[in-house]
């Protein structure tokens, strides 16, 4: 189980054999945590080369149920993933980088990816 630093939210990243991923955001684990039917954003990933691809989230865009893909550049480094998101802040050229760990988090069951 991860660290849950002043109740934050935890980010996980799920992938898939079919080409499938998801993002969960979580503060506490259940048995439905991991559950794609319940939690996180779904979308696809595919790899430019050996080390580095591209994830296509499907996420929600406003208050008006309005939905579309944002785009995530990831590279593979040793056993480390980073993701930048193609969004930059206020208008400048600075960029957020998320950095996982690869982790061998058992859920309870196994979920299918058939979206």
């Known amino acids: 189980k991860p660290s849950n630093y002043n109740n934050s939210l935890v980010k996980y990243v799920k992938f898939y054999e079919n080409g499938n991923v998801n993002f969960f955001y979580l503060q506490d684990i259940n048995y439905n945590s991991f559950d794609p039917n319940y939690h996180g954003d779904r979308g696809f990933y595919y790899f ?3 080390k580095n691809f ?5 996420v929600k865009t406003d208050d008006w149920g309005g939905k579309n893909f944002k785009d ?3 590279k593979i480094e040793g056993d480390k993933i980073l993701l930048r998101s193609k969004q930059n802040y206020a208008g400048t050229n600075d960029f957020g980088i998320d950095v996982f760990k690869e982790t061998n988090f058992q859920t309870p069951k196994t979920y299918k990816a058939n979206w």
Not at 54 to 58: G, L, Q
């Open 48 to 50: 430019i080369d050996k």
């Open 54 to 58: 591209i994830i296509k989230i499907y």
């Open 72 to 74: 995530y550049y990831g």
